[in-house]
């Protein structure tokens, strides 16, 4: 079974300090792994994926195989990244969608 | 560029009535998905359908049923509501599904309240 795991609910950080949302996952073989957004009063779109290795709106996030974990990092955060975020993984099931976790809420503080 | 849409965006129901969520995306995507959104609970699949005429259970598929009406058109249908299900429920589509890297493309969402 896979699972992905996001052990904070709430994350409350600074302008202008760090931000790390973290992602564990469990899958048995080599998963996609994804991070959506979710600002408010807004859809859920889509942050970045691991396949493309980009860096979006500053945000990062690097696969660890070896941890499991798929942690989503900003070096400066700023007030408009207030949002929801998920951390998402699809298997090689493809079709059958995505497994999200629970979500982390990000507040930014002015 | 409507991309996914999703009606109504807001719902009240009483106990054991009936109800149908429609969604229809205009990209041309073959596989569709109704996610339900509860606080501390994530997003959490109840049916998707990998391609028309193609429907299966998701992760919570009970007290629901679900249509894939032609490409364009997936709708999840409550039977008799109750108010566990009282959520916000969410419609996405992605291209073919056989890449697992495709993103998905979600609606806006329907609030539904099962008084």
């Known amino acids: 079974a896979q699972r992905v795991t996001q052990p904070e609910k709430l994350l409350s950080v600074f302008k202008g300090a760090p931000v790390e949302l973290k992602c564990n996952y469990s899958y048995s073989g080599s998963p996609e792994l994804f991070w959506y957004v979710q600002y408010s009063r807004q859809r859920l779109q889509l942050l970045l994926r691991h396949i493309s290795r980009e860096s979006i709106k500053g945000f990062t996030a690097d696969l660890n195989k070896g941890e499991t974990s798929f942690h989503l990092k900003k070096p400066f955060a700023q007030e408009e990244d207030s949002a929801m975020y998920y951390c998402a993984l699809r298997g090689r099931g493809g079709a059958d969608g995505l497994t999200f976790g629970k979500g982390t809420h990000l507040i930014i503080q002015p | 560029n409507a991309g996914v849409t999703q009606t109504p965006k807001f719902q009240v129901l009483k106990t054991g009535q009936s109800m149908t969520l429609q969604c229809a995306q205009d990209?041309?995507?073959?596989?569709m998905y109704w996610y339900r959104q509860d606080p501390g609970m994530g997003l959490r699949l109840i049916y998707y359908?990998?391609?028309?005429?193609?429907?299966d259970k998701g992760e919570v598929p009970n007290g629901y049923n679900v249509s894939r009406l032609n490409k364009r058109e997936f709708s999840l249908r409550l039977e008799s509501a109750a108010p566990s299900q009282t959520s916000v429920y969410f419609c996405a589509s992605t291209g073919s599904g056989a890449s697992i890297n495709e993103k998905l493309f979600f609606g806006s969402g329907t609030q539904l309240s099962v008084l």
């Open positions: 359908s990998a391609s028309e005429g193609t429907t």
């Open positions: 990209m041309n995507h073959n596989s």
